[in-house]
């Protein structure tokens, strides 16, 4: 018998309610809410040294020494000061500027703390970085009387437990809330509903818009698409081109559409999970680099779910930047795979979300899957039967690849366009 998911027991857990109107039904069937802390390590330290309060505070090392800003406070951006910079350039931009080096005990268990305080108001919480989460508030935030209300709430929970503030974003999609968290800086809410998402968003540029980096940006560009606007009104062939397969999903979010969901870390508790990492020795900023890498990391991480016999269903990504800054992104797919290219194809998307051309430079970059079945598992595992061919073929490709490893080691054959790393 099939274990019911968080969700489903979430729901059966709600108390009875009147079934609202369809139109009502189908808007308050999806509530994403995206918890983003107002610039949380300069934040930490402020609390914890209340002299620092009103002053440009930059988080990253010494001033005038080597290195980069980690973040910094409000009143040091008034100066243009943002994180990425050389510290020898915040210097000259902010020269009253007070430096903190980072503590990332201190940092880290605040985020444990800031997790824990989520945990309260939605089973589904996901980690999105370490000063980051998106909840699942369906069903949840008609316990506080709706979106506002439960957005509110968290907010005060969180100045409780912590003596922080955050900006919250509530919407039909994750997306969309992650838009909406960035709207009313520092210390905002902003609550759009699902037939207000497409006005709302539509005179933002493009660049607001997470998973759309510096090269989609210029595709756009060359259609003529600047704003959200335009976006959505953008044939979808062109979109296409302009975006790959991601575009469709993403312009049906931008019009107010539920996209994927979250995923507790509770739902992959006892998961199995398999996966590759590498830190490189010289810190990273060429998006070719990181895909070449990704690639390699996808398919070593499949090769070994097949000697075991397993199939996967969530992708992880794992990103460490160059300050030791890590994020964790995972996304679950439609049904179970052991293929190195879908899982690829995941893992590049993930990394989009989260990181663009000009970011700051990569540490290490991370790909595992969890959410692991094996194809007599009593849960099952259903086979698309309009895709079998291709999965067959496929099969036999990547047979006949882990043989030829069995045969003549690792290195005897590899997936066009990895990046090795031995």
């Not at 980051?132 to 935030?141: N, Y």
Request: net charge neutral; proline share 5%; with cysteine.
């Amino acid at each position: 018998m099939m274990r019911a998911s968080v969700r489903e027991r979430l729901r059966d857990d709600l108390p009875e309610r009147r079934k609202p109107s369809r139109r009502n039904e189908a808007a308050s069937e999806y509530v994403i809410v995206h918890v983003d802390m107002d610039a949380f390590f300069a934040a930490i330290e402020e609390r914890d040294n209340p002299s620092l309060r009103g002053k440009p505070v930059i988080i990253g090392g010494p001033k005038g020494s080597r290195g980069v800003v980690t973040t910094a406070n409000y009143e040091a951006r008034k100066y243009g000061v943002h994180a990425g910079m050389s510290l020898t350039e915040a210097g000259w931009r902010c020269p009253d500027g007070i430096y903190v080096r980072m503590k990332g005990g201190k940092y880290t268990a605040a985020s444990v703390l800031l997790m824990q305080t989520l945990r309260q108001f939605s089973p589904l919480v996901e980690p999105y970085s370490i000063d980051e989460a998106f909840l699942d508030g369906t069903g949840c935030a008609d316990r506080y009387g709706g979106p506002e209300a439960y957005g509110l709430r968290i907010k005060q929970a969180i100045r409780e437990h912590l003596n922080l503030t955050a900006s919250v974003g509530i919407a039909p999609s994750r997306i969309v809330a992650k838009i909406a968290s960035g709207l009313d800086k520092p210390d905002g809410l902003t609550v759009i509903a699902p037939e207000r998402v497409a006005e709302t968003l539509a005179p933002l540029s493009i660049r607001e818009v997470p998973g759309i980096g510096r090269v989609s940006e210029k595709n756009l560009t060359t259609l003529n698409v600047h704003t959200v606007r335009d976006l959505v009104e953008c044939p979808e062939s062109l979109l296409a081109h302009a975006l790959g397969s991601h575009g469709r999903d993403l312009r049906a979010m931008l019009l107010g559409k539920p996209g994927r969901d979250v995923i507790a870390l509770e739902e992959r508790a006892d998961d199995k999970s398999m996966g590759h990492e590498h830190t490189f020795s010289e810190d990273v900023t060429e998006p070719a680099v990181l895909h070449r890498l990704l690639l390699y990391l996808c398919d070593r991480a499949t090769r070994r779910m097949r000697k075991e016999c397993y199939v996967g269903r969530v992708v992880t990504l794992k990103l460490r930047l160059h300050d030791f800054r890590t994020f964790d992104h995972q996304r679950k797919l439609d049904s179970w795979t052991d293929d190195p290219l879908v899982i690829f194809q995941v893992a590049r998307e993930l990394l989009a979300e989260i990181w663009r051309t000009g970011d700051q430079p990569v540490r290490l970059l991370g790909v595992s899957v969890s959410g692991l079945l094996r194809p007599g598992d009593p849960l099952g595992v259903q086979t698309d039967l309009f895709d079998a061919r291709r999965a067959e073929t496929r099969t036999r490709i990547l047979g006949a690849m882990d043989h030829l490893r069995d045969m003549y080691g690792e290195k005897i054959v590899e997936i066009a366009g990895g990046l090795h790393h031995a």
